[in-house]
């Protein structure tokens, strides 16, 4: 998602990319493997293309952070949603934003051990 918004914003904008790459203190050929998907952008990256491409720092952010999930989401479903158990469970200083599977979902052992944590603190 986030390689796709920056590459449409960025020949919207009239920069190219040579530009975006001397901005970003790297190759032009890094850079197009960085657009295209061949190599991750860091979330430093992001941010100075955000800049860069006078776009919101917040949604380039959730972009490039929806990548991250989805990438790992393709190597192991349950263990990203293991990895946002672990994060809703100690940092509950926000509010409970993922769902509990079902009894019937292959997850749900895991869901009634983290249940059963919460009784307990």
Known sequence: MLRETIKKTRMYSGI???DMAKALLMSE?????KENGQLKI??????????LLE????VVVKYWLADRLYEL???DKELM???LQIVDMYYDEYESFIELPSKNCS???LAERLQRRRKKL
């Not at 860091?42 to 955000?50: F, V």
């Not at 776009?55 to 917040?58: D, M, Q």
Request: proline share 0%.
């Open 42 to 51: 860091e979330l430093y990256e992001a941010r100075k293309m955000a800049k």
């Open 29 to 33: 050929s890094n850079y197009n493997r």
């Open 81 to 83: 949603y293991e990895a």
């Open 107 to 109: 997850y749900s052992s």
């Open 16 to 18: 190219k990319q040579s």
């Open 73 to 75: 989401m393709k190597i």
């Open 55 to 58: 776009l919101n720092e917040k």
